[in-house]
């Protein structure tokens, strides 16, 4: 073969064996499952069925770690180089995902390294928005922002041979994959017209393609009526239909040096069986585990509820945050859950969530503290653990890092009594007489009361949230419905300890204890245990109105500035 191009009687070669055009081209090997993945299987007759390269229909719900993200890349950037005029489209619920994980990571990354690669492509460009490499045979590669729940309208003038939705699982409107995105997949295909009937081998490789890959879900979930479907239609139509699913254990020990068995292991051992099971195992769950019941949740989030996210708070409402900060100083995952009270009834709506991964404790206080902003809480409920400590210290300074600039800020100071005025951030403690009062003097006590009320107003209704895919006008509230939905999911993965024999194990108070606390299902628990406390102060206000301690809590004027209400 030549260095600098293909020859064309090298060319068929090619494109009938992917694993050898990925050694020639991208100089990539593979450990067996990825080779199943892409090749798929032989059969008897000793031609190959399935994979990414042979299905014209593929879905892989293998566990995390398992290199989807790159098998998908590998096959996409194959088929551009070896077929003209070819075009390709990735999606992913998040762009980043998409302008990361494939065109940094992987496209660029080829580029740079693989001269016969880097001789097929003309030009490789990124913006905020999309990806695009463009090859010198016409074929292209974009990278599209899904705008799911925003603009998915925008995606229906598009047109491709293949289409690769990658952690589609996670798309909070499954109906518009079907109705939206797959009929994109029906770019002509003037090739695959020529070779229909004469070469029927060829032509499985250049007829036009749809790949799905994610981690599974919960059973319950509208995304398991597709896994359903694959299964079918593999055994109606085996040369059109392949799913697969792979994870750790496939990895044999040889192919160590491409992952960490000791991560694998943590998970093993720390995450609740529902949740290893799906993002490590790669198998779709029950939700009999959950302490959560999956069905009553989305009751709360049904299409008919007139709760919308909201990027700023109303004058005449009222609002308590809950705040969760889970991992290491500087590398914590921060979340924060805004809800909403209704005085005149006992409902309470989750409006606003803000998710950040791998935040030091500055970015974090400045990201708490544009919020209280936003929303004038009257109670800020926080994480009781080291990373809340380092979180509500640094709140308190009057200065604070907001988009990379020091900025004058009203202080967010922690308190151990209520109404003391200026504070207003509460560690989830028994050391706040109000919890103590209302939850418990010990850890074990406290935190198993937060998840009966928390249950027990989902289970009445007394908490509510926008529904998995409701309109919203701008990306800004796309990315905190996703966060919603992603915190609800998160609570749902909540589950009671077992012991061996499979039975709840007790602590020597005889109170369970709750296996995973992911910082964004814990931020709904501090926000509706906030909400209750609010109440439980409104309570003591009306019964008490002329000699009470408090403040009286009343909303702001229209006209009045907006600052943080305090008791």
């Not at 067996?32 to 229909?57: A, F």
């Not at 593929?58 to 950037?77: E, I, M, P, Q, W």
Request: charged share 25%; net charge neutral; glycine share 6%.
């Amino acid at each position: 073969m030549a260095k600098d191009n293909f020859l064309p009687e090298d060319i068929r070669t090619l494109q009938l064996n992917p694993l050898l055009a990925a050694k020639v081209i991208l100089n990539l090997d593979f450990p067996p499952h990825e080779r199943i993945r892409i090749n798929g299987r032989k059969l008897v007759d000793g031609t190959q069925q399935g994979g990414l390269w042979w299905s014209k229909w593929f879905l892989d719900h293998s566990g995390r770690d398992t290199a989807k993200t790159h098998n998908n890349a590998v096959v996409a950037a194959l088929r551009c180089c070896l077929f003209p005029n070819r075009t390709t489209i990735i999606l992913s619920h998040k762009f980043s995902v998409v302008s990361e994980g494939y065109f940094s990571a992987h496209f660029q990354k080829w580029y740079d390294q693989n001269p016969l690669f880097k001789k097929q492509v003309r030009k490789i460009h990124t913006k905020p928005d999309k990806a695009k490499i463009i090859f010198k045979n016409g074929s292209e590669i974009l990278g599209l922002p899904t705008g799911l729940m925003r603009e998915c309208v925008s995606l229906r003038g598009w047109r491709s041979n293949d289409i690769f939705l990658d952690e589609w699982v996670h798309y909070s409107d499954q109906d518009l994959i079907s109705d939206v995105i797959i009929p994109i997949g029906t770019k002509e295909n003037l090739l695959s017209k020529d070779i229909v009937n004469s070469d029927p081998l060829l032509y499985s490789v250049v007829r036009n393609h749809i790949v799905f890959t994610s981690t599974p879900g919960y059973k319950f979930e509208p995304a398991y009526q597709r896994i359903k479907y694959f299964h079918a239609k593999k055994q109606q139509h085996p040369k059109n239909f392949d799913w697969q699913t792979w994870n750790y254990s496939d990895i044999p020990p040889e192919w160590d040096w491409i992952i960490d068995r000791d991560i694998f292991e943590d998970a093993r051992e720390n995450l609740p069986g529902s949740i290893f099971k799906m993002e490590w195992l790669g198998q779709w769950a029950d939700f009999g585990e959950s302490f959560y019941n999956p069905e009553l949740i989305q009751q709360i989030r049904m299409i008919d509820n007139n709760v919308k996210i909201k990027l700023l708070g109303d004058t005449d409402k009222f609002y308590v945050l809950g705040v969760d900060v889970a991992g290491p100083e500087g590398r914590s995952d921060f979340t924060v859950c805004v809800i909403e009270i209704d005085i005149k009834t006992e409902t309470d709506s989750v409006i606003y969530f803000k998710r950040q991964k791998k935040v030091d404790v500055d970015e974090a206080s400045g990201i708490l503290h544009q919020i209280t902003k936003r929303f004038s809480p009257t109670i800020i409920m926080c994480d009781p653990s080291g990373g809340g400590t380092f979180l509500a210290k640094r709140a308190s300074k009057k200065t604070q890092m907001i988009n990379n600039e020091e900025v004058e800020c009203v202080p967010i100071l922690e308190s151990t009594e209520w109404g003391e005025g200026k504070p207003i951030l509460y560690f989830f403690s028994a050391r706040l007489e109000l919890i103590k009062k209302n939850f418990g003097e010990y850890d074990d006590a406290i935190i198993n009361i937060a998840h009966n009320k928390l249950q027990s107003a989902i289970e009445k209704r007394q908490l509510v949230a926008p529904n998995e895919a409701s309109p919203v006008t701008n990306k800004e509230e796309e990315e905190v419905l996703e966060n919603i939905n992603q915190a609800f999911k998160e609570l749902i993965g909540v589950q009671l300890q077992k012991g061996r024999d499979g039975t709840p194990q007790k602590t020597a108070r005889g109170y369970y204890t709750f296996l995973g606390h992911r910082c964004s299902a814990y931020a709904i628990v501090y926000a509706k245990v906030a909400a209750f406390l609010f109440r439980k102060l409104q309570e003591s206000i009306n019964e008490n109105n002329e000699n009470n301690k408090y403040v009286t809590m009343c909303p702001m004027e229209e006209d009045e500035e907006r600052t943080m209400n305090y008791f």
